[in-house]
C-alpha cells in the first residue's frame, strides 16, 4: 500500500508563489513516474504536470507551463510543485498520484491519490 501525503497550500495573493510537496510512503517512490492534478470547485479533476521517475522528463498542462515547476527528490520519497506567478484561476485542491502508465495526461493512468491540498489564490 502507497500513501502519498500532500502539503504546502494556503492562501496567497495573484503573482505570489507556493511550493506543494507529496511524501510518498514506501521503498519503490524511485520506480514510478508521478503527476500533479488539481480540482476547481464544480469541476472535473485536470492535470497539471508530471515528472518521469528519474526526474529528467517533465511535462505540463498549456495553463501552468512557464509558471510551474515540477520535480522530485528520490533520496526524500519526495515530488514538488512550484508554483510561480499564481493567478486566481489557479485556485483548487491539488492532488499528487502515482502514474503507472505512458499516458501523463490521462487520469486512467494513476493509481494512488493523496488526500489533496487546497490553493485559493485572491485576486
Known amino acids: 500500500q502507497v500513501q502519498l501525503v500532500e502539503s504546502g497550500g494556503g492562501l496567497v495573493q495573484a503573482g505570489g508563489s507556493l511550493r506543494l510537496s507529496c511524501l510518498a510512503s514506501?521503498?519503490?517512490?524511485?520506480?514510478?513516474?508521478m503527476g500533479w492534478f488539481r480540482q476547481a470547485p464544480g469541476k472535473e479533476r485536470d492535470v497539471v504536470a508530471s515528472?518521469?521517475?528519474?526526474?529528467?522528463?517533465?511535462y505540463y498542462a498549456d495553463s501552468v507551463k512557464g509558471r510551474f515547476t515540477i520535480s522530485r527528490d528520490n533520496a526524500k520519497n519526495t515530488v514538488y510543485l512550484q508554483m510561480n506567478s499564481l493567478k486566481p484561476e489557479d485556485t483548487a485542491v491539488y492532488y499528487c498520484?502515482?502514474?503507472?502508465?505512458?499516458?501523463?495526461?490521462?487520469?486512467?493512468?494513476?493509481?494512488?491519490w493523496g488526500q489533496g491540498t487546497q490553493v485559493t489564490v485572491s485576486s
Open positions: 514506501g521503498r519503490t517512490f524511485s520506480s514510478y513516474a
Open positions: 515528472i518521469s521517475s528519474s526526474g529528467r522528463f517533465t
Open positions: 498520484a502515482r502514474r503507472t502508465g505512458s499516458r501523463w495526461n490521462s487520469e486512467t493512468m494513476y493509481d494512488y
